[in-house]
C-alpha cells in the first residue's frame, strides 16, 4: 500500500500534467506579488486579458448575442487558471480538454438554434473541490480520498450546467475545510495573488486567490463558518453567505455529514454585485427546490430588491453598524474600514446607528461546541485513514479527547441556537421600535485582520455568529491596510488572552496594501435586499478600482 507521501506526490504529477507545455512559466516572477503577471507573461493574447477582465455580466452579454464565443472565453480562463496554480497552488482538478470540449458544444448550439442555452452560456466558472463533477475526484484535502472518481454530480453542478456553465477546474480546500487558511498534504499551501506572504482565507481558498487573480469570474464556494466571506474579504472580492435553504447544496463532499444544527451553505464570490446576482438569478431560475428538498420553493424577488432602490431613492437606508463584537478589537485597518462605510453613507444622506452586538460571546462558545460535537470523529477517521499529519492550522483543534455529545444534549444545543436567534431578531426589532422605521442591515467586520499573515488566523467569531443566527451576509471589500495611517495601538488593554493574541501579531509593515473588507448583514432569506444594500456602499465607495 502506498505511504500518503507518495499518494500526494502521485496526485501532485498528475495535476503538472493537465497543464499543457505552452502555458508553463518558463521564469517565474520574482517579489511577493504576481497580481499583474499574466499581462506581463506573454501566455495570454491581448484579446485574452481583455476578456478575463472583463465582468460576468458583460461576458454572458456578449455570449448570447454570439459576439464572443464560449471556446475563446473558456480558453482564456483556462490558461490564466494554469498561471494561477503554478503561482499560487489553487487547483485540485484541472480539466480543459474537456472545458474547451464542452464550450464547442455551447458555440455548435447557438449557431443551430440562435440562442445561448440559459443565462449563463458559455460561461467558465470555477468550482471549490467540494462540488461532485463526473469522472473527477473530489479528494477535499484528503489524502485518504484521493483516488475516487465521481459517478455523479453535485445539484449546484447540474444546475450550472444547465444554465450553460462550462466547467474546468476545481479549486483547494484545506484538510477538514474548517480553517479559514487553504492548507494541505496533497498541494500544500495555497497564497494570496497580492501578496504571496498573505493567506488568501479559507476554506473557499482556492476560490479567493483563483477569483482574485482573474482565473475565474465567479467561483462557487461554501460557508458554515466564514469560509465563503474570509477568501472574499483577503481577495478583495464580493461574496455572499446566503441563509440556509436559498442555494442547493445536495450530493456535494462535506466534513461532518449529517451535523444539522449549523448548516454550511453554498455562494458565489465575484468581482462585483451584479456578477453574484447573475449567478443567484440564474441558479433560482432552474427551479433548485425540484432536486435538493432543503432548498425553499422561493424564485427571485424582485420586488425585495425594488423596495430597497425605492428607499434609495426616497430619503436612504437605515443601518446598523459595530466594529467590535466584545471578544476581539479588530486590527487598525479595519476598524478604519468600518468607519470608512460609515462616514461614506453618512455623507450620502443615509441613516447609521450604532448597533450593540447581542451575545456573541455566547454566539461563539455555542457554535464552537457544535463544530466538535462529534469528538472531531469525523475528521480524524479520515486524516487518519491515510496516516497523514493533521495540518498546523486545525492541529490544536483536534483533540482525541474531545467527548462526543449525547443526544438530549444535542437537543438543548439545538434549543439554545433557536432561543438565541430569536432573542436577536426581539433585539432588531426593538432597535427598529426606537428608531421609528425599519433596520435594513447591519455593517460589521468580517474578520479582526486584513489579509493575514500565514497560520495567523486566531478568531472566526465575527463570521462564525452569523452562522449560527443563518442571517444572510454580503462581504464588501473597503480599502488596503496603509502602514503610514493604521497604526499599532501601543496602549491599548486586550480584552481576554485571543484578543491579546490577536493584537500582539498586528505589524503596520507586513500589512501593508493588503485587503480590507465589512459584511452587509440583513435578516435570515433577505438576499435580494442585502444584495442591493451592498451593491449601494460599493457604489459609493468606488472599489472598483484596485490599487
Not at 425605492?310 to 479588530?330: I, Q, R, Y
Not at 444622506?349 to 447581542?358: F, L
Amino acid at each position: 500500500m502506498a505511504s500518503w507521501e507518495q499518494l500526494a506526490a502521485d496526485k501532485r504529477a498528475r495535476l503538472e500534467k493537465t497543464i499543457p507545455a505552452e502555458w508553463k512559466i518558463q521564469n517565474p516572477p520574482s517579489g511577493d506579488s504576481v497580481f499583474d503577471y499574466p499581462a506581463q507573461s506573454g501566455i495570454l493574447s491581448p484579446k485574452e486579458l481583455e476578456i478575463t477582465g472583463t465582468s460576468a455580466t458583460d461576458l454572458v452579454a456578449k455570449l448570447a448575442t454570439g459576439e464572443l464565443k464560449s471556446v475563446e472565453v473558456t480558453l482564456a480562463f483556462c490558461k490564466r487558471a494554469a498561471l494561477a496554480h503554478q503561482l499560487l497552488n489553487t487547483n485540485l482538478e484541472f480539466f480543459p480538454d474537456a472545458a474547451l470540449a464542452q464550450a464547442k458544444e455551447l458555440d455548435e448550439y447557438f449557431e443551430k438554434h440562435k440562442k445561448p442555452v440559459g443565462p449563463l452560456h458559455g460561461l467558465p466558472i470555477s468550482l471549490k473541490d467540494q462540488l461532485r463533477v463526473k469522472g473527477y475526484e473530489t479528494s477535499m484535502g484528503y489524502i485518504s480520498w484521493l483516488g475516487k472518481y465521481d459517478t455523479e454530480e453535485s445539484v449546484m453542478t447540474t444546475l450550472l450546467r444547465k444554465a450553460g456553465a462550462v466547467f474546468y477546474v476545481k479549486t483547494s480546500v484545506p484538510q477538514t475545510l474548517m480553517v479559514c487558511e487553504t492548507v494541505n498534504n496533497i498541494i500544500g499551501r495555497t497564497v494570496n495573488p497580492r501578496n504571496k506572504n498573505w493567506s488568501c482565507g479559507g476554506s473557499s481558498g482556492g476560490e479567493g486567490a483563483m477569483v482574485g487573480f482573474r482565473g475565474g469570474i465567479i467561483g462557487v464556494g461554501t460557508d458554515i463558518g466564514g469560509s465563503i466571506r474570509v477568501p472574499s474579504a483577503f481577495n478583495f472580492l464580493y461574496g455572499i453567505r446566503p441563509s440556509h435553504g436559498r442555494m442547493p447544496y445536495a450530493k456535494m463532499a462535506n466534513s461532518m455529514e449529517g451535523q444539522e444544527t449549523v448548516h454550511s451553505v453554498c455562494g458565489p464570490i465575484a468581482h462585483s454585485v451584479p456578477d453574484l446576482k447573475l449567478f443567484v438569478t440564474s441558479v433560482l431560475s432552474e427551479e433548485p427546490w425540484k432536486y435538493d428538498s432543503k432548498v425553499v420553493p422561493m424564485p427571485w424577488r424582485q420586488w425585495e430588491e425594488d423596495a430597497i432602490k425605492a428607499k434609495l431613492s426616497a430619503g436612504g437606508l437605515t443601518l446598523g453598524f459595530f466594529n467590535c463584537d466584545g471578544n476581539v478589537l479588530p486590527h487598525p485597518p479595519i476598524l478604519r474600514g468600518v468607519e470608512t462605510v460609515v462616514s461614506t453613507l453618512k455623507q450620502n444622506g443615509h441613516t447609521v446607528v450604532p448597533w450593540t452586538p447581542y451575545k456573541h460571546d455566547f454566539a461563539v462558545d455555542l457554535i464552537n461546541g457544535i463544530y466538535a460535537s462529534d469528538g472531531c470523529a469525523d475528521v480524524l477517521r479520515d486524516i487518519n485513514a491515510s496516516g497523514e499529519p493533521a495540518i498546523p492550522n486545525i492541529k490544536d483543534l483536534l483533540n482525541p479527547n474531545i467527548k462526543a455529545v449525547g443526544m438530549n444534549t444535542l437537543w438543548d444545543v439545538q434549543l439554545k441556537k433557536w432561543r438565541y436567534q430569536c432573542e436577536y431578531l426581539e433585539k432588531w426589532r426593538e432597535l427598529e421600535a426606537q428608531l421609528g422605521k425599519e433596520l435594513d442591515a447591519i455593517i460589521a467586520p468580517i474578520t479582526p485582520t486584513a489579509a493575514i499573515r500565514h497560520d495567523q488566523f486566531r478568531y472566526y467569531g465575527y463570521a462564525s455568529a452569523i452562522n449560527l443566527l443563518d442571517f444572510t451576509s454580503v462581504v464588501v471589500p473597503v480599502t488596503f491596510a496603509d502602514k503610514a495611517v493604521d497604526k499599532k495601538k501601543e496602549s491599548y488593554q486586550p480584552l481576554n488572552d485571543l484578543d491579546k493574541l490577536v493584537q500582539d501579531e498586528y505589524d503596520p509593515e507586513a500589512y501593508h496594501g493588503a485587503p480590507v473588507a465589512v459584511q452587509i448583514i440583513g435578516r435570515r432569506l433577505s438576499e435580494e435586499r442585502t444584495l442591493a444594500i451592498a451593491e449601494e456602499v460599493g457604489r459609493l465607495l468606488g472599489n472598483s478600482i484596485t490599487p
